[in-house]
């Protein structure tokens, strides 16, 4: 008697080899890495997805899985995809990224904004944005989210609003400003015009990067 209970305590304190519990590990620690580095606590992520501080807890400490649902919400206010959660990427790799293989959304208002950032996004977003004369970021201020932003004028003349403020910057000029705060940039130069935005800690959601596509550079640019 006194065998089999030392075998079934050894038993219950032993390590137990399964798979998905490292799996659910190493998730938790990249949900933990992502929301961190997005400035959210526990609190503010689980009323974001609609489960709770404890729930996320759990998640990122192994604890337990999420059904595809759950993951989906996170990973959307993560501003990843279900997928990315779950890649093993070794951060300051070296990666690079050719201009030919850029990612941008569709010109609008004469500005055809490009992706530099490899997804998913973990510390910082960066962004390049080649303006029409006369282009601008649309014809409101806009804001998204409440992280620092820096903009670094490339080429040309272009006036930045920020609030009631006008900066009127030239290449090699920069401004650095909140994402809380509305703002606006508007190529006033005679010339093309390109601007690059660095955007830390990301405030980009999943839906916003997913319209972003393959960019092709055409004999004009």
């Given at each position: ?19 998905g519990t490292r799996a659910q590990s190493d998730l938790g620690g990249r949900l ?49 995809s279900i997928a990315m959660l779950f890649e093993e990427r070794s951060p300051g ?69 920020l609030g009631e403020a006008r900066h009127i910057l030239e290449e090699g000029d ?48």
């Amino acid at each position: 008697m006194i065998k089999k209970n030392a075998i079934r305590r050894a038993s219950a304190t032993a390590p137990v080899p399964v798979e998905g519990t490292r799996a659910q590990s190493d998730l938790g620690g990249r949900l933990k890495h992502l929301r961190l580095s997005r400035r959210l606590s526990l609190r503010q992520l689980g009323e974001m997805t609609n489960t709770s501080a404890s729930f996320i807890s759990q998640l990122e400490r192994g604890l337990t899985g999420a059904s595809t649902a759950s993951l989906n919400e996170i990973a959307s206010a993560l501003g990843v995809s279900i997928a990315m959660l779950f890649e093993e990427r070794s951060p300051g790799s070296g990666e690079v990224l050719r201009r030919s293989e850029r990612t941008s959304i569709p010109p609008a208002h004469g500005c055809h904004k490009m992706l530099l950032s490899r997804r998913p996004l973990s510390d910082m977003e960066v962004y390049v944005g080649e303006f029409d004369i006369g282009g601008s970021t649309g014809p409101t201020l806009y804001t998204h989210g409440n992280a620092h932003e820096m903009l670094i004028v490339l080429r040309g003349v272009v006036e930045v609003s920020l609030g009631e403020a006008r900066h009127i910057l030239e290449e090699g000029d920069c401004v650095e400003y909140a994402t809380s705060i509305p703002h606006r940039t508007e190529n006033i130069g005679n010339g093309r015009a390109e601007v690059m935005w660095v955007i830390a800690p990301p405030t980009s959601a999943r839906t916003d990067l997913d319209q972003y596509t393959t960019w092709k550079p055409t004999a004009s640019r």
